[in-house]
Structure formats: structure tokens, C-alpha cells
């Protein structure tokens, strides 16, 4: 019977229309990778309730591994985060309107937890496909980082612990496109063509994450 990978994405935030976090878990529903069946959900941008949804799902699926994905805009390749920080502080408000200021996720959580993933495998494993990635050891404070917080804590208090990791994003390339020809300023970066948008294609973004579920279960 095949096990079960836990992968999620998030919806469109901050006006934009697109999140390539979104159609990469979208686009990897129900695939196979090994002996290894991926289940996708797709997270709303909404701090309130995001352990809670996190904890159902990670319940239900009792995956043998969690990969979430987020979307960086500026970040120019993959970015393997290492440590969820015990902290939300954003100006640009999540989905539901709510804005946060030096807000612990958890009151009585620690100051940080470490990603269980092999990252610095799987930075490699990419390397040598062509793809270019980074560690990093900041998942920065939005939700990306709540998600990460909370998950590496839900995941460690399974029975069967599973591995989790979270993977930032740059934009995707036909994004990018379509942002420069509509040129309509959004909450993230004011649009232009003189603007500075890093982004990788879709297909290759897609590979990236193959191998990182690959490189999870066989490192």
C-alpha cells in the first residue's frame, strides 16, 4: 500500500491572482513518486484556525512525510527553510484581514523548532539537476512560518512521527509575464517594466519539489 506524502500550498494572497505554491500542490495531486502518494491540500492565507486545520489534516492523512510550499516573491530559486521562529509579525494582512505585531504562535512554545527535512541533501540533489537552492534560516513571520512553526510540533506528536519541511518559492515565470503585461500595482511589489521579478518556470519548480520528496525518503 503506497504511503502517503502530506503537500500543501496556499491560496493567492496580497492581491495577486496566482501562487505557484497553489498549482505545484495542485498539479502534484494523487501523483506517485517511488512507493509514495502524494495528497494535496491547499492552506488558506489565515493565521486563525491554522494549527487546528494543520492538526486535521496531518491526522487524517498520517503521512510519512509533510512538504509544505510557499511563495517569496524576490527570492530568485529555491529556498529550503531550516527553523520556524515562535513568532508572527506582519503589516501585510493575511486573507482574513488580521495583521499581526510581535505575536507568539504559540504562548508557551519555544523560540524556535528545526525542520526535520535533509535540506542540505536536497539542496544538493537539486544542484546537480541544474536547479538552483538555497538553505535558509529564516522562513521569514507571515504564514509560511506559522506553518512551519506549528506543523514540526503536530508532526512530533504523532505516533509515527513524519518528516516536514517547508520549501519557499519564487514566482513562477508565466506569473511574472502576466504581472508586467497587466502592470497593476498589488500589496507585494508595485509592477513595472523596469521592475526586478526573479521568477522559474512552473515545470521546473514542479521537478524541485519531486526531488525533495524523493530526497526525503531515500536520504
Known amino acids: 500500500m503506497p504511503r502517503t506524502v502530506l503537500l500543501t500550498g496556499f491560496e493567492p494572497f496580497g492581491g495577486l491572482a496566482f501562487n505557484p505554491a497553489l498549482e505545484i500542490a495542485k498539479a502534484l495531486q494523487d501523483a506517485s513518486i517511488d512507493d509514495l502518494r502524494i495528497r494535496s491540500?491547499?492552506?488558506?492565507?489565515?493565521?486563525?484556525?491554522h494549527a487546528a486545520r494543520l492538526e486535521k489534516l496531518i491526522r487524517e492523512a498520517a503521512p510519512v512525510l509533510v512538504v509544505s510550499l510557499g511563495l517569496y516573491?524576490?527570492?530568485?530559486?529555491?529556498?529550503?527553510?531550516r527553523i520556524g521562529?515562535?513568532?508572527a509579525d506582519f503589516d501585510l494582512a493575511d486573507n482574513a484581514g488580521l495583521k499581526l505585531r510581535s505575536s507568539p504562535i504559540e504562548t508557551s512554545g519555544p523560540a524556535a523548532r528545526m525542520a526535520t527535512l535533509p535540506c542540505d541533501e536536497i539542496r544538493q540533489?537539486?544542484?546537480?539537476?541544474?536547479?538552483?537552492?538555497?538553505?535558509?534560516?529564516?522562513?521569514?513571520?507571515?504564514?509560511?512560518?506559522?506553518?512551519?512553526?506549528?506543523?514540526?510540533r503536530i508532526c512530533a506528536e504523532q505516533p509515527q512521527k513524519?518528516?516536514?519541511?517547508?520549501?519557499?518559492?519564487?514566482?513562477?515565470?508565466?506569473?511574472?509575464?502576466?504581472m508586467l503585461v497587466d502592470e497593476t500595482p498589488n500589496e507585494l511589489t508595485v509592477v513595472s517594466p523596469d521592475a526586478v521579478l526573479p521568477s522559474l518556470p512552473l515545470e521546473l519548480m514542479i521537478e524541485a519539489v519531486k526531488i525533495a520528496i524523493r530526497t526525503s525518503m531515500t536520504t
Open 125 to 152: 540533489a537539486l544542484l546537480t539537476r541544474g536547479i538552483p537552492a538555497r538553505l535558509s534560516n529564516t522562513a521569514g513571520a507571515y504564514l509560511c512560518n506559522a506553518t512551519l512553526y506549528s506543523t514540526l
Open 85 to 87: 521562529v515562535n513568532l
Open 73 to 81: 516573491g524576490g527570492e530568485d530559486m529555491i529556498r529550503l527553510e
Open 41 to 49: 491540500e491547499i492552506l488558506p492565507v489565515a493565521f486563525e484556525g
Open 162 to 178: 513524519p518528516r516536514c519541511g517547508f520549501i519557499h518559492l519564487p514566482y513562477a515565470t508565466q506569473q511574472v509575464a502576466a
